[in-house]
C-alpha cells in the first residue's frame, strides 16, 4: 500500500494581519512548505476555509490561491466542513495520494477573521450551526459550548476552576512557539479572574478567533529529493465521521460520538491502541470540547476529561510521580495560545505534530514522540477528522 509521507511543512503566524490579503497568507504558508519539500510540485491543492465567503466577501479560493501561487493549470478546490475545514482538507490531501492518482498534494488552511469586525464576526460563525434552528435564535458557538459547558458541570459536580487546567496547558506550551498569538503562561488565578463571555465560560475557556495560514506537502517516499533531509514521517491513519448539526436532536449531547468514530477508524487502520499514541492535538476552541474528545476517544472515563487537565497529565513531559498515564496535548500552544484562525487549524494540528515527530520541535519537544492522534472538529463535533501521523 501507498504510504504518503509529509514532504513539507509551512506556517504563518497566527495574528490579526490586518494588511495582508486571504492569497498572499497562503502563499506564505505555501512557499515555506514546498521550500521545505525541497522544491516539489504539486500537481493538486486542497484548500481548507471556513468563512472566507461570509467574512471575505470571497469564495472560489481553489482557483484564487493557485493563480496567486503561481501554480495555474492544477486541480484545485475548496474543502469547507466548519472548524474541521482543515482537516477536511488534510483528508482529500491524504486520498489522492494514497489512491495514486496524485503524486504530490498541497494541502493549505487559511482564514482571514479580521476582514469583518463586531457582531458580523459573531452572525458568520453561527452559519456553521443550524440556521432553521439555532442560529435564527441568536445561538452562538460560544453560547452553546457554554451552555454545554454548563450542563456538563452539573452532571458531573464539576468545580467552578474545573477547567483551568486546558487554558494553563495551552499557554504555557505556547510560550516557546514562535508562530503562537499568545506567547506568554499565565497562572491559576488569573484564569479565576478572567472575564466572563458566557456564563459559565470566561474568556481563557474559548480559543481567540484569528488570522492564519498553514501548509503541508503530502507525496510518496519514492518521489523525495535526493537532498531530503527531514525524518520521515507519515499519514498513516485518516478518518472522518458526522453527527446531528444540531446539538439539541442528539441523543447525548455530553459525548461526542464522531470523536471516538473517526479516532477509532483512524487507530484501527493503523493497528495502534491509545497506549501507542504519544501526543494528541485536540480541537480545544473551547475547553469543553477538549473535555470531552479525552473522553470520545478513551483517554478519560465520562466525566472525567477535566480531571486529565486538572492533574497535569495532558503538560508536557515524559511521564507522572504518581504512575497515570500522561497524554501531551496542544504540544505548541493548541488553538487556546497560538489562536483559532478557523478553516487553517486542522492543517496548524498536522504541522505541530509532525513537527513533534520530526524532532524539530525544539524546547516543546516530547522526547521519543513516534504516533501523534490529531482531530478537528466542525461545530460542537458535527464533524469530526482524525488522522494518525507516525514516524516511519
Request: with cysteine; proline share 3%.
Amino acid at each position: 500500500m501507498t504510504e504518503v509521507i509529509i514532504a513539507g511543512i509551512g506556517q504563518t503566524e497566527v495574528g490579526e494581519h490586518w494588511d495582508i490579503g486571504l492569497r498572499e497568507l497562503a502563499f506564505a504558508a505555501i512557499q515555506d512548505a514546498v521550500k521545505d519539500s525541497g522544491g516539489l510540485k504539486p500537481q493538486s491543492l486542497f484548500v481548507g476555509n471556513m468563512l472566507a465567503p461570509n467574512l471575505s466577501n470571497q469564495a472560489h479560493l481553489g482557483a484564487l490561491i493557485a493563480d496567486y501561487a503561481g501554480l495555474l493549470g492544477i486541480e484545485a478546490v475548496t474543502i469547507e466542513a466548519a472548524g474541521a475545514s482543515g482537516g477536511a482538507a488534510l483528508r482529500q490531501g491524504y486520498l489522492a495520494v494514497k489512491s495514486g492518482l496524485v503524486d504530490v498534494a498541497l494541502v493549505v488552511g487559511v482564514e482571514k477573521f479580521t476582514d469583518k469586525v463586531g457582531s458580523g464576526v459573531d452572525a458568520a460563525l453561527a452559519t456553521t450551526g443550524d440556521a432553521d434552528f439555532e442560529s435564527v435564535q441568536g445561538m452562538t458557538p460560544a453560547a452553546q459550548a457554554a451552555l454545554l459547558m454548563k450542563r456538563y458541570m452539573h452532571e458531573y459536580d464539576v468545580p467552578a476552576d474545573g477547567f483551568a487546567g486546558f487554558a494553563l496547558t495551552a499557554h504555557a506550551n505556547g510560550v516557546a512557539n514562535k508562530n503562537a498569538m499568545f506567547r506568554k503562561a499565565i497562572k491559576p488565578e488569573t484564569y479565576a479572574k478572567a472575564e466572563m463571555v458566557s456564563d459559565p465560560l470566561n474568556m481563557f475557556d474559548m480559543a481567540p478567533n484569528a488570522d492564519g495560514a498553514a501548509a503541508i506537502v503530502l507525496t510518496r517516499q519514492d518521489l523525495l529529493p535526493s537532498n531530503f533531509s527531514h525524518p520521515l514521517v507519515k499519514v498513516a491513519g485518516s478518518a472522518s465521521s458526522s453527527d446531528t448539526l444540531a446539538l439539541h436532536d442528539r441523543k447525548d449531547m455530553l459525548y461526542f460520538d464522531t470523536a471516538q468514530i473517526s479516532a477509532g477508524k483512524a487507530m484501527k487502520q493503523v493497528g495502534a491502541v491509545l497506549d501507542d499514541i504519544d501526543l494528541f492535538e485536540y480541537h480545544d476552541t473551547f475547553s469543553v470540547y477538549a473535555a470531552l474528545q479525552l473522553e470520545a476517544v478513551g483517554f478519560a472515563i465520562k466525566g472525567k476529561g477535566w480531571r486529565l487537565a486538572a492533574d497535569g497529565l495532558i503538560s508536557l513531559g515524559s511521564g507522572d510521580p504518581s504512575g497515570a498515564r500522561r497524554i501531551p496535548c496542544a504540544t505548541m500552544g493548541g488553538m487556546k495560545a497560538r489562536g483559532f484562525a478557523g478553516g487553517a487549524s486542522g492543517v496548524y494540528q498536522a504541522v505541530d505534530a509532525a513537527t513533534q515527530l520530526q524532532g524539530r520541535a525544539e524546547a516543546n519537544q516530547i522526547l521519543n514522540a513516534r504516533t501523534a492522534l490529531i482531530q478537528s472538529l466542525g461545530g460542537p463535533a458535527s464533524t469530526a477528522v482524525s488522522h494518525i501521523l507516525q514516524v516511519v
